[in-house]
Each structure stands twice: as C-alpha cells, then as structure tokens.
C-alpha cells in the first residue's frame, strides 16, 4: 500500500515537499514514480527513480524544477517541487512498478493521491 502526503495551497513560485510511504513491502523493490492529473486531463508522468539505484527521470514540466528522491531505511519516496506555476495544480499519485516507463500501465500500485493547488 502506498499512501501520499504533503499537499496543499501554495503560492506561485512555492515550493512543497510530497512524500509516499510503502508499507507492507520494501519500495526498493519497485521503480517509484510520481504522476499527476488535473480535471478534465489525462494522468501525466512527472519524475521517476529507478529500483534499486538512483538512476531518475523527469517529464518536460519537472525538469529542473522537481526532484525525486527515495529513502531505504524509511520506505519512502519524496517529490521536491521548487518555483511552482498554477499549471502544477492537480492530484498527484505515487506509482510503484516493476517496468521502467513513463506510461501509467507500468505500474501496478497507486496511492490514492494528494491535492496539490498552486494560487497566481
């Protein structure tokens, strides 16, 4: 099970720290991701941290902005969000996945997500 925390109402140009927490198995696992979905649109890929290594990835709109992280010894895997924009308003879910990918199909276990909302 994975369950997200850390979001709430920022101000443009906030930042914020999402946290996911495994419990019942190891996150080191899994390659661990971050989606997001705002209203209206499709799940969109945002960072990703491969299993086992630090090796990560970022979708266009976190490049240079986000960061993911993970934590063995607390099971966790963190989203750093720095000079956030009104566009990152949406829920964003933590993903966990034994195939490397972007695409929402490559994961097999979803948290029920955070509210992230981002003022102008």
């Known amino acids: 099970e994975l369950t997200e925390s850390g979001g709430r109402l920022v101000h443009t140009g906030g930042s914020l720290r999402l946290s996911c927490v495994g419990s019942g198995q190891s996150i080191s696992s899994y390659h661990m991701a971050w989606f997001r979905q705002a209203p209206g649109e499709e799940r969109e890929f945002v960072a990703s941290?491969?299993?086992?290594?630090?090796?990560?990835f970022y979708g266009d709109s976190a490049k240079g902005r986000f960061t993911i992280s993970r934590s063995y010894a607390a099971n966790t895997v963190s989203l750093q969000m720095n000079s956030l924009k009104p566009e990152d308003t949406a829920v964003y879910y933590c993903a966990a996945g034994t195939k490397w990918g972007t695409a929402p199909s490559a994961y097999d276990y979803w948290g029920q997500g955070t509210q992230v909302t981002v003022s102008s």
């Open positions: 941290v491969a299993q086992r290594s630090e090796a990560s």
